[in-house]
């Protein structure tokens, strides 16, 4: 009767070794295997500038930023695909698909930025505060030509 031993072993990090052994001859190749891992762990971060805007007064951008480590850390990297923007509550504020925010009325909202294609979805988002109009007052004296 033949003794089979067959060997699994991780030869680095991303390949398997599998091979068998019969009867304590050599150790005969059945495959090596890729493994696929993640390879960062990939954040983001999401700011707005300015963080407080005017109803009828210029906008905010919203700028989405993906990194190759925790919590928006580490070197900058390209997205996977197209940023997807989102106003948490459209009635205070609007954003398109470029990132640029517009008031709409006095609130707060939040402003979202994610990357759908990238391998865990990664999210980020800033909350805005939007004010009524600046007030405009002049004093002096009018007078008539």
């Known amino acids: 009767m033949s003794e089979i ?7 680095s990090a991303n390949v398997l070794f599998l091979g068998e052994q019969i009867n304590n001859a050599n150790i005969r190749l059945i495959k090596i295997e890729s493994i696929l891992r993640p390879a960062v762990a990939i954040s983001a971060k999401g700011t707005l500038m300015p963080a407080t805007i005017h109803v009828n007064g210029k906008g905010a951008t919203f700028t ?8 928006g850390t580490g070197n900058v990297v390209p997205p996977s695909g197209p940023i997807t923007y989102v106003s948490s509550n459209v009635t205070v504020a609007t954003v398109d698909a470029t990132g640029q925010v517009a008031a709409v009325a006095p609130g ?16 980020a988002s800033d909350t805005l505060t939007v004010t009524a109009d600046a007030a ?7 007078t008539a030509n």
Do not use: K, M, W
Not at 113 to 120: E, I, Y
């Open 5 to 11: 031993l067959r060997y699994l072993r991780e030869i």
């Open 64 to 71: 989405f930023t993906e990194f190759d480590g925790l919590a």
């Open 108 to 123: 707060t909202c939040s402003i979202s930025g994610s990357d759908p294609a990238s391998a865990n979805q990664v999210s």
């Open 136 to 142: 405009v007052s002049a004093t002096g004296v009018l």
